[in-house]
């Protein structure tokens, strides 16, 4: 364990929630199971990353939207697949003041079913696709596993994207700028990566297919942060989402979405980068960039107070979100260690002396090191920090990707893999049955194929000896 | 009637219904009553709003937070005023997946009760306070009124804020915040506004005082677009919301909370400034500040197409949200008439003429005058348009705010005022029994007294006679 990384990886669940509690995160004793309050650092950190995203998507032609929370019955009902994947896990409303309702209301655990009925009657010619839209907002599922704060909740907060072509190609088409748009937020946030694309028994309920971006979790399971959805007609056909093609027939779109878990996504945030001592904040979300600690000394308060007011006047100048934290309740020591806790890329610490020659002393949060510098330099000196905490960061989560991966040719060699939390690849013939097999065997699920690249088998089914035709990512999972 | 707003005063409902469907607003086919879906040229100026009081928010630090839209019956119930205020009109959810739950859960009608508990938790000393935190959420109240798209839904869109204090006081001072922010994003907006307080019977449930801010309506009903409320220690006793004071005490705090509908601000900034011609934006909120319609001449399309594109780089380059329509679908004139239903500010118009002469012929939407400028001054002459545009429309607001004011002295009077479908300054005793004797007599509502000053009374209450106490402001509502 390098990089003072000890506990997460030898505790991660007491790790997680001692920094979700003390960098005030989230707080997961609201009065109802499965129910969480975002508290303000935490708001901060998931606004950032959904604005990002939301920016993105805007930028390729995406029409930000807000749909009703609530979706009747028989609306819901319309895709048969996707009903039956969702029916067991959703919130009914069926009263309203002292009345019954005449047909009872659901709470969205996606949008489709919202969506496709606006779509239908938005939709007439050719001329109006492809139609693009997104929405970040809350979906419901009454989850029966064990809940889990930012990783599984009853609430949980996304942005969802649903768009509407003229053919399966421009919806492929499609499904490559979801991708491209969510990468892009991934790799800002400094987060290492599998895009796999989802067997069938585990697609989108109403799918052609499913891709899924997996992150490693310091506890072995991996985290799903994001999907990308072919629907190809499926719902356009339930819902008929119908248009006047160029030679006047009626033609059926077709249609995508995906969805990025803001909560998931938060998650791996705080597990790739944090350390002992807390969050480790990439500095393009961290809600203050750089926080100064004045360092106290009997006599020179003035000087070192006026200094640090000069010192945050030029950062915030520059641009940078600062905190001075000027309060007298608590020590600098205590300061360092709550501001740590916070994840605040940069400390600049500030005290007679660096007042009196006109410099800053700068730490960086991810590996501690101490770097004095002169206030002329100031700004082109945090700027490079931030640089470098940014891509030092990001090194270090693809690298611990690269580590957990790791390859098997026998479900014993596969059971060792799972059992020391690794993320493992293993020749496999493309049936369920032999999924399924694994699942029971190792206790590790199949998660797909590499999406990007056809991977070549090296070999038969690790379970059933036929003709491998994947390479299939097998691990623990949330 | 000036400036081309025959419709909206002749016929606000029909003018209205138009300007949310073409101007691609809020669509409210979703099929259930009350619901409506925000689309995607309406989300994006709300968002635009809303964001504007977020950054307010925080920069008097409000913590952005959210907090889950589930709130269990025994916590809902803990405050006997304000469940006596919404009970008859919260949805509530009873059952999920197959299951009926242990105990029934209602949707947020507003966030009180959510907040509460979890402040509980978060306040133990004086150094805790002030606590402030805000949320853009949607909240739920089954309106049994009718509906009407932005002016009253079933669900809303708003922004809410909760603050406690260690006294009265403090909170009174916070009450000044709320009001200076709220001022703010409707000065931005170029609204015009009475700030009163309510009468005791219309307070909010729960509350010491409700103050308000009213706008004009078109049709006459005035429109709350936001509220401020000093709970004192009412909901802090409720929730056993104590801290410990300087001397080892307990004490309970006070708090205040206020809450701006997103919905109704924004149907008060298309009710303003709208025209004939469809929405008139402001500049600070317009999705598209300028559009760009190149006006086609057979032999010089690549000059216009190099010029349009020039012109578009410039814009943005100086910060302006800029849309390029160059599509070949509408003719320039069926551009016009969309881009003003959109209500941009500025259209840019570029034929070869413009091109050759290095000059660019801008169009304002409120007033419709043309100017010809000159490519160097383009960006000068944009922000200076944009400027003239938002203190045009700002005046416009305000003249006819005070136009709509008007006296009464008797209830002949009055009613001949309101038929005239204006807000009434009238002397009232203070007594309950009296406003509801000129709601019963005019169909008029007291909606309170101004907040900012005292106005003296001019003689005796226009319903019992007795001595005047205040200036109560009487109208029809939405």
């Known amino acids: 364990m390098t990089d003072n990384q000890t506990e997460k990886f030898e505790n991660f669940s007491e790790w997680f929630d001692k920094v979700l509690l003390e960098a005030e995160i989230v707080d997961d004793r609201y009065p109802v199971k499965g129910f969480s309050v975002y508290r303000g650092w935490g708001y901060s950190i998931v606004k950032r990353i959904y604005q990002m995203l939301e920016e993105k998507l805007e930028a390729t032609d995406h029409q930000p939207m807000q749909f009703p929370v609530v979706i009747p019955e028989d609306t819901f009902q319309k895709e048969e697949d996707h009903i039956e994947g969702f ?13 019954e309702l005449d047909r009872r209301l659901l709470l969205r655990p996606t949008s489709e079913t919202a969506i496709y009925p606006m779509f239908k009657i938005w939709i007439r010619s050719h001329a109006d696709l492809p139609l693009r839209m997104h929405q970040t907002c809350n979906v419901y599922r009454y989850e029966t596993k064990a809940t889990r704060p ?51 028994f585990d697609k989108f309920a109403g799918a052609v297919y499913s891709l899924a971006f997996d992150t490693w979790n310091p506890d072995g399971k991996v985290n799903q942060i994001g999907t990308v959805h072919q629907l190809g007609e499926n719902f356009a056909k339930a819902f008929e989402l119908t248009y006047e093609d160029d030679d006047g027939n009626r033609a059926h779109a077709s249609t995508t979405c995906y969805g990025m878990g803001m909560g998931r996504t938060l998650a791996a945030t705080i597990a790739h980068h944090g350390d002992d001592n807390g969050l480790v904040l990439p500095p393009v979300v961290a809600p203050r960039q750089v926080v100064i600690v004045p360092i106290p000394f009997k006599g020179k308060e003035d000087l070192v107070s006026q200094y640090s007011n000069e010192v945050k006047a030029i950062l915030i100048d520059a641009g940078f979100r600062v905190a001075l934290d000027d309060g007298d309740r608590l020590r600098p020591g205590e300061k360092y260690y709550k501001w740590e806790m916070f994840g605040v890329p940069i400390r600049a610490e500030l005290g007679p002396r660096e007042a009196n020659a006109r410099a800053v002393t700068l730490v960086r949060r991810d590996t501690k090191e101490k770097k004095k510098v002169q206030l002329d330099d100031l700004v082109e000196e945090v700027t490079a920090m931030a640089a470098e905490i940014q ?26 893999r799972m059992d020391e939390r690794r993320i493992v690849r293993v020749n496999w013939c493309g049936d ?17 194929t590499l999406w990007e690249r056809h991977e070549k088998p090296t070999g038969d089914c690790l379970v059933c000896g036929d003709g491998g035709k994947y390479i299939a990512y097998v691990s623990r999972t949330y």
Chains 1, 2 share one sequence.
């Open 150 to 200: 930012l990783f599984r909740g009853r609430e949980f907060l996304w942005n969802e994207a649903h768009t509407a072509h003229v053919d399966f190609e421009d919806a492929e088409r499609q499904v490559n700028v979801g991708v491209e748009a969510y990468r892009s937020v991934y790799d800002a946030l400094g987060l290492s990566y599998l895009i796999l694309k989802r067997p069938d």
């Open 432 to 448: 369920p049955s032999c999924a399924f097999e694994i699942k029971d065997q190792v206790a590790g699920e199949v998660r797909g």
């Open 391 to 416: 891509a030092n960061i990001t090194a270090r989560s693809r690298e611990r990707l690269e580590g957990e991966l790791a390859d098997a040719s026998s479900l014993e060699e596969l059971k060792n």
């Open 87 to 99: 029916s067991t896990e959703v919130f009914w409303i069926t009263h309203a003041g002292e009345n």
